[in-house]
């Protein structure tokens, strides 16, 4: 949410989170996509609220697993790992890996509902690659091993950095741009 709220910084209307407004849907990720997890979370919450509702899926994609862990990226390996847990995980998977073959990206698709149906999605990808270990203290999930194309970690980043070179952030600043032309 803290990311959500500072991509969101210069949008021309209110932010309000679900808890802001006393909702606490638990919606349940089922679609085999990052757009339909995005459409799913973001119809519900147009519903409860009556208000337009943005929610987001992204993941990682690694090219030694096939494109995976992708849209399940927060369930890789189970329910007892913890983001620790998947990074220490993922990194195994990849032992023997040779550099030129660790190719990833992030993918982020960003769902704009309203109530009464209407729904637009907005998807942003960041090319990268996996590091043999991880680096940095900031940022979440796999960022300490995600490497940027100038070899940095993610992790590494600047909250600045971060959001204007990111999946997430590029598609939340799509969305903006549209909500804007909406608005007129």
Do not use: C
Not at 41 to 70: N, T, Y
Not at 93 to 111: C, I, K, N
Not at 141 to 169: C, M, N, Q, V, W
Request: glycine share 16%; no cysteine.
């Amino acid at each position: 949410m803290r990311e959500l709220r500072r991509l969101l910084a210069d949008a021309p209307f209110a932010i309000v989170a679900p808890a802001d407004l006393g909702l606490t849907l638990d919606v349940a990720e089922t679609g085999a996509t990052y757009a339909e997890n995005a459409a799913l979370k973001a119809r519900a919450f147009a519903e409860a609220s009556g208000l337009p509702a943005l929610a987001d899926d992204s993941g990682i994609e690694v090219d030694a697993l096939g494109g995976g862990p992708g849209p399940r990226s927060a369930r890789y390996g189970g329910p007892g790992l913890d983001n620790a847990g998947r990074t220490a995980l993922m990194l195994r998977e990849l032992a023997g890996v040779p550099d030129g073959q660790r190719g990833a990206r992030y993918r982020a698709v960003v769902a704009v509902a309203r109530p009464g149906g209407r729904l637009d999605s907005f998807e942003g990808v960041w090319e990268g690659s996996i590091g043999h270990g991880p680096r940095g203290s900031g940022g979440f999930g796999y960022d300490p091993i995600f490497r940027t194309p100038d070899g940095r970690a993610a992790a590494e980043l600047s909250a600045t950095e971060k959001d204007a070179l990111s999946h997430r952030g590029q598609a939340v600043r799509a969305a903006l741009r549209a909500l804007r032309a909406l608005r007129g």
